[in-house]
């Protein structure tokens, strides 16, 4: 669409309001965060240039490593499971079957409560005192057996992954369900006349026009996961032995518990160029395959 002369002042008072935002919220605070990855803190009034020390000391930090391996073991598992369940869940509630929008409203509205509200749900439910899980164990004999998943650091991880699906899913069945509302009917029903039913009608069908949706929940949902903070603070702040503690916080401990402001600016950087990096490169193999 051609620009006229006559129109470039509107359009650039239409856009100024978005660059501004842009500008303030978004790009200074990221310039200010890669600023302050290169000082340190002596003291709380006092900063001095400490170049990449700051950055050698994340890199050689064990528990550093091990956020950013729970990190990404939370960002797969929740993606996997979120986006499996939410195509599921969102082409049975197209279907249109008896009741679908009354399992719509249901299956939405664990995404409307807070997270720091779901974090304390799940933490009841997991309680030995209070949970749910224990009289389920007694009722079969097993109640003096019973322990908190959210105190075995072998599975406080599997239990938040578990308690941040329940929350987030509602999402992704909403946009799987919109996406397969637009798709094409007539194509649909052309290739049920040939006999394409079942499996093959996903596989061949409907993901494939699916595709922009699908792209779109994926790479939603794996930003997303890199951010994920409330509702793990809430359920076991990073505990048991830091088997919980994510990128978000080991963050958080280190620059507002430690006051190692510049050490948490660099996991900030780090976190940044994690979700740029791995969307850069879910943009480019989804090209491909497009291209293909």
């Given amino acids: 669409m ?27 605070p990221l ?7 290169f000082y340190k803190w002596p003291t709380l009034t006092q900063k001095v240039f400490g170049g990449f020390s700051n950055y050698v000391e994340v890199f050689e930090s064990a528990l550093f490593w091990k956020s950013l391996r729970n990190s990404l073991i939370f960002m797969l598992a929740t993606t996997v499971l979120q986006v499996g369940l ?33 974090g304390f749900v799940w933490g009841y439910i997991f309680s030995p005192s209070i949970g749910i899980l224990k009289p389920l164990m007694t009722a079969v004999g097993l109640g003096e057996y ?17 308690a941040q699906v329940w929350n987030q899913v509602g999402i992704q069945i909403v946009l799987f369900n919109s996406g397969f509302m637009g798709l094409n009917e007539e194509v649909l029903e052309s290739a049920s006349l040939d006999g394409v039913s079942g499996i093959k009608m996903h596989t061949r069908m409907i993901i494939p026009l699916s595709l922009p949706i699908l792209k779109t929940v994926i ?11 409330d509702l793990i603070w809430v359920m076991t702040m990073g505990g048991p032995n830091h088997a919980t503690e994510v990128l978000p916080l080991h963050l958080f401990v280190n620059a507002f518990s430690y006051f190692k402001l510049g050490y948490g600016s660099v996991i900030g950087v780090i976190i940044f160029i ?15 395959d497009n291209m293909s």
């Fill in 86 to 118: 939410g195509y599921v869940l969102g082409y049975l509630v197209y279907l249109q079957l008896s009741g679908h929008r009354f399992f719509k409203t249901i299956f939405f509205m664990p995404n409307v409560l807070t997270s720091v509200a779901v």
């Fill in 2 to 28: 051609l620009v006229k002369k006559q129109d470039i002042g509107v359009l650039a008072l239409l856009v100024f309001p978005g660059l501004i935002y842009y500008l303030v919220l978004l790009l200074y």
């Fill in 274 to 288: 994690l979700a740029i990096g791995i969307t850069g490169l879910l943009r480019f193999l989804m090209r491909q």
């Fill in 146 to 162: 019973y322990i908190s998943p959210l105190a075995v650091p072998g599975l406080a991880l599997t239990a938040i992954i578990i």
């Fill in 219 to 229: 790479i939603l949902q794996i930003v997303g996961s890199l951010r994920s903070f």
């Fill in 31 to 37: 310039g200010q965060g890669i600023i302050l990855s």
